[in-house]
Nanobody
Framework: QVRLVQSGGGLVQPGGSLRLSCAAS????????MDWNRQAPGKQRELVAR???????NYTDSVKGRFTISRDNARNMVYLQMNNLKPEDTGVYYC?????????WGQGTQVTVSS
């Protein structure tokens, strides 16, 4: 079965950095586009970053220049490096993948940016 297991996250001061990791299993990882999403308190879940099978990336405007999504196909891992974090980056972050028309989600990781 498809499984996405996340690690990383936590509490960081504004301007700090965090790295999120997501380990995928049950899929042919290298052919899939992988996403990082987040849900801020009281808001809908939004797509933050995407990396396709060729390594091409896309970011929502609010994180461009600060976040970097990457993947390691040998380890079936996808990462989100988050730099210069801002309080508005606070939320629960989820990695996700679509396989056979169905979305699969990681368990979610809390990121809190606060002084």
């Amino acid at each position: 079965q498809v499984r996405l297991v996340q690690s990383g996250g936590g509490l960081v001061q504004p301007g700090g950095s965090l790295r999120l990791s997501c380990a995928a299993s049950g899929i042919n990882f290298k052919i899939h586009t992988m996403d990082w999403n987040r849900q801020a308190p009281g808001k809908q879940r939004e797509l933050v970053a995407r990396i396709d099978s060729r390594g091409s990336t896309n970011y929502t405007d609010s994180v461009k220049g600060r976040f970097t999504i990457s993947r390691d196909n040998a380890r079936n891992m996808v990462y989100l490096q988050m730099n210069n974090l801002k309080p508005e980056d606070t939320g629960v972050y989820y990695c996700s993948v679509v396989r056979a028309g169905r979305a699969f989600w990681g368990q979610g990781t809390q990121v809190t940016v606060s002084s």
